[in-house]
């Protein structure tokens, strides 16, 4: 698929806000109206902004694994496994639902949060895994500059957050140009979380979301910070019933 056509303005989508929990606010990137499908191995991508007096009760899950990115304030997360954390900006946190778990998620400190929330699909063989949880502190992630960005690994090489399904998560802060490569036979998204610039081309900014294959080329002169996501698919169809995934 050559650069052009893949960041053309069919092909770059707006994420959609949503409301759901007590009231959380949300931009959801897919499945939404202009993006129904999910992207295989991914079910759901969206960033989150919790006020200090909205939240997610405690709720079940199953069937997939949860990557949450904090952008800024702190989130409480407390879970059936008997969980109770703290993420704050730059804090990341994994649950795998596997055969099933119940967690909540709340603001933490009196104030709101923001931040960015992944469901990944669980592979067939893995559907009824133990459920489990780690996290990870902004200092546990390593953090490099390379190719005018600055790019923090959430999960991948130097992580110590892995999940069932190969896969890569970059935070990458680009001033210049930076290319993003997506390994052969993967599937990846490139969303943005603030400020301008182009992706392979075409404008690109916050809220704006991209799937991508292959190389990626992000560039800016005032500064773009965008999340590029890829993964290998299972092939499996991936049949989303609320907060399971079957």
Known sequence: MAADERASDAARVAAQPIRHGTGVRAN???????????VDPFVLFERFDID????????????????????????????????ANV??????????????????????D???????????????????????????????????????????????????????TEMTYRDARV??????????DWTGFVFGVAGTGTVDGAAFGEGDVLVTDGETTVESDDGLRVVAVAGRPHGDPIDQRGPFVF
């Not at 959801?28 to 999910?38: E, L, Q, W």
């Not at 007096?53 to 496994?81: A, K, N, Q």
């Not at 390379?146 to 957050?161: E, I, N, R, Y």
């Open 28 to 38: 959801r990137a897919f499945p939404t109206n202009a993006h129904p499908g999910h």
């Open 52 to 83: 200090y007096d909205t939240g997610f009760p405690m709720h079940p899950h199953r069937g997939f694994e949860i990557v949450s990115y904090m952008l800024d304030g702190g989130m409480e997360h407390t879970d059936s496994l008997d969980t």
């Open 87 to 108: 993420a704050r900006e730059g804090d990341a946190m994994r649950i795998t639902a596997g055969r099933g778990i119940r967690h909540a998620e709340f603001p933490a």
């Open 110 to 164: 009196g104030a709101g949060c923001e931040g960015l929330q992944l469901w990944v699909n669980l592979p067939r063989d893995a559907k009824d895994a133990p459920a489990d949880y780690a996290d990870a502190r902004a200092a546990d992630l390593p953090t490099e500059t390379v190719d005018g960005a600055t790019v923090t690994t959430v999960v991948g090489d130097g992580s110590p957050l892995s999940l069932h």
């Open 175 to 184: 001033a210049g140009t930076w290319t993003n490569e997506t390994p052969d």
